[in-house]
């Protein structure tokens, strides 16, 4: 078990998963990803929230060593997708007399994954209801949204711990040790990246708090400066630029248009941009991408036109983009094509669909190879883009 240490009543009991490929099976983990799991210990024992199916072995040595023969009266369902919700049915059999606590969203979808009867051991609660442990006390207050409508999070107001569901939470198993800044955005915008609004309503509940540690079910229990990670979801769930920089974003067939776009990064720089990423986007994790387009305001989209549309990397970048509600950026369009160029058309048609996205006037074409007059061109769109 993680070597986590919370307080003598407060503990982790979630599990560490380093062999899954995909999350949610799409996004890559390379350093894997944690279920985490908490148990308050007190007159009356809560177990909060399960794990995911592929952990349920580990999670429950780890549960029982913590329970010491004693029994778990409350499971507090925070967050119903099988990632946390997975080992429900399972732990529900194991205990009999266990109590499920829950909003009313979450005895809706319950059975939708564990079709048991749960109605005679149900504890439903709303908004602000209080569940009295012995010294400890549990305030539930709902997050619709962030990221399924049932979540709810769970202010401990004796040890003033904020149980946060999936926020603040990040990629990567505890026992990689990640910096939490870069797993946490890729996990954020990609995860909750679409519910903004949400956040910023969840945010406005927590500064009502007093809050000295957040228990998210992924990643590392966050004490200290917690005013870091508010501001980060402040600021990302605000949708604004987190840095000064561009984003040269680019799908090349054959290499001109990778070529075109290391010029264009060159040409930026020279013109004194303080940040440039270049991505392919044949070959990068598409959650990283997206989350640089949403780390810079400005971005410059370079494709080939392929099959009368969009290369397929910048078509899928551009959907993820729109699902992810990307907005208030200024970007530029460079498209490439020998015949029939129709790249720039459908790249506009994604951002001219989404929020407060500035086009550059100057869209250029490159048929082809990059040459002295493509140069020029793009020497036009970086003024106009970092003007
Ligand atoms: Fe980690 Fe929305 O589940």
Redesign the pocket.
Known sequence: MSDIHISDAVRYVGADDTTIDLFESQYPVPNGVSYNSYVILDEKIAVMDTVDRRATAQWLENLETVLDGRKPDYLVIQ?L?P??AGSIGLLAERYPEMVLVGNAKTFTMLPKFFPGDYAARSLTVKEGDTLSLGSHTLTFVTAPMV??PEVMVSYESSEKILFSA?AF?TFGALSVGEDWLCEARRYYIN?VGKYGVQVQALLKKAAGLDIQTICP??GPVLRGDLGFYLGKYDLWSRYEAEEDGVLVAYASIHGNTAQAAKRMAEILEAKGCAKVEVMDLCRVDQALAVEAAFRYGRMVAMSATYDGGLFPAMDHFMAHLRDKTYRSRRVALVENGSWAPSAAKHMRAYLEAMKEIAICETVHTIQGAVKDADLAAMERIADELLA
């Open positions: 967050h997708e990632d946390h990221h399924w999936d939470g995860i079910l992924h």
